[in-house]
Structures are given as structure tokens and as C-alpha cells.
Nanobody, 119 residues
């Protein structure tokens, strides 16, 4: 079981940077056994994939809309995954969620953190 808590959201201006953190509390399997991801949901829209990182951190993938601007990373010693966001745009405004993936299933979700980008 994994409990996830996101932090780092806020109100920024277009072009700014922001770093989100997701701290995991685990029982059973260690944190390093999970791939981790970030998703976001804008008002009136469905939740969408943003980025994913493998258990070791050796493999990452991104949505086309954030590729080159966002970077996902993890620190397994701290049970934490990060999302560094740069060149933010108003269309990046959303609630951002982190999630843990095991056996191809996104099985655990955080409560979300709000990111608002003003133009």
C-alpha cells in the first residue's frame, strides 16, 4: 500500500518555473518497486497523463504537451518523486496528481495540488 502526498503547487506567471513534490508512505513493497507518474486535471476536462518514471529512474516518458518543459525525477532514498515544470503556460493550469504504478496499474493516487498559471 502506498499513500501519496503532493506539495509545491501555487500561483505563478506564464514563463515561470515550479517544482512539485510527491512524498510516499509505503507498507509492504518498498517505494523503489513502483513506477511513478504525474497526471493533471483542468476544470471541465478529463484527467490526463503528464509524465512517468520507472522504478530505477532510468526511463522516463512525457506527454507531448510538456515534453522539453517538464522533468520528472525521483529519490528512492527519500521516497519522493518530483516534477520540475518550466516555461509554464496558462494551459498548464490544473490540479496535479501523483500516482504509483505496479503491474501496469495506477493503483494509488494522491489528493492533488493546484497549479495556476496566469497570463
Amino acid at each position: 500500500q502506498v499513500q501519496l502526498v503532493e506539495s509545491g503547487g501555487g500561483l505563478v506567471q506564464a514563463g515561470d518555473s515550479l517544482r512539485l513534490s510527491c512524498a510516499a508512505s509505503v507498507s509492504g513493497l518498498p517505494f523503489r518497486m513502483y513506477a511513478m507518474g504525474w497526471f493533471r486535471q483542468a476544470p471541465g476536462k478529463e484527467r490526463e497523463f503528464v509524465a512517468r518514471i520507472s522504478w530505477s529512474g532510468g526511463s522516463t516518458s512525457y506527454a507531448d504537451s510538456v515534453k522539453g518543459r517538464f522533468t520528472i525525477s525521483r529519490d528512492n532514498a527519500k521516497n519522493t518523486v518530483y516534477l520540475q515544470m518550466g516555461s509554464l503556460k496558462p494551459e498548464d493550469t490544473a490540479v496535479y496528481y501523483c500516482a504509483a504504478q505496479f503491474n501496469s496499474s495506477w493503483s494509488n493516487w494522491g489528493q492533488g495540488t493546484q497549479v495556476t498559471v496566469s497570463s
